[in-house]
């Protein structure tokens, strides 16, 4: 079976490295990354096209993984945190989708990326609940917009392993604390939402699409 042509965006992230590293058996990944040991073009700049992948090839699949945790209280949060977080989360994806949109194959999936904070109400997560609540919109408009030429879906983890996610889990009393808050009693891993992903970019998934699927251990659906 010929292999899928997914292109990532933000490929130097923990959940990405781990879809490479699991998965290139099925899929031929394109990476896009600020670093450039995970680009396939150098200098990438999500705010500068110019330094954009010259397509050659049409996609099956674009997963758009770059993120903040900006986590603080809202007093203490500047106007422009609001501002860069959104150009991060939402803004980032509409540049790439909108350059790369005529380069998807019908069928194609999109995957996106959301959190807990978006479904249930946490302190310190003003910034990240605003623009990841803004994908979860983004994502069921474009799944309307698209049907049924292409699928879109959005995973919302809680706090997983990740070097994004590493300063809060440096000690092991702020590792067990974490757990305590989890009905399964632990803390993710990148393989968990790796596996995920490459399920939703299979045709395994076929049938999905207008999804935001929490990864989470139950955290925003039953407290224990």
Excluded at 98 to 120: D, M, P, Q, R
Aim: with cysteine.
């Amino acid at each position: 079976m010929k292999k899928k042509n997914i292109l990532l965006v933000g490929a130097s992230s923990s959940t990405a490295v781990s879809l490479v590293e699991n998965y290139s058996d099925q899929f031929n990944f394109i990476s896009l990354s600020r670093n450039n040991n995970y680009s396939i073009v150098e200098d990438f700049d999500i705010n500068d096209d110019s330094t954009y992948y010259s397509a050659t090839t049409n996609f099956d699949g674009i997963v758009y993984f770059p993120g903040t945790i900006n986590l603080n209280q809202f007093s203490r949060l500047k106007v422009d945190d609001f501002y860069k977080d959104f150009e991060v989360n939402v803004m980032g994806f509409v540049k790439i989708l909108k350059h790369y949109l005529n380069f998807l194959n019908e069928g194609s999936s999109i995957v996106l990326f959301s959190t807990v904070a978006s479904k249930i109400g946490m302190p310190f997560h003003s910034s990240v609940s605003i623009v990841k609540s803004s994908i979860d919109g983004l994502c069921k408009s474009l799944a309307a917009e698209f049907a049924p030429k292409y699928r879109v879906n959005c995973i919302s983890p809680s706090l997983f392993e990740s070097n994004m996610s590493k300063r809060f889990l440096r000690s092991e009393a702020s590792v067990n604390k974490i757990k305590e808050k989890n009905p399964l009693n632990k803390i993710g891993s990148s393989d968990d939402i790796s596996n995920l992903v490459a399920f939703l970019l299979s045709d395994k998934s076929k049938w999905i699409t207008a999804q935001n699927i929490s990864v989470d251990g139950g955290m925003s659906n039953i407290k224990i």
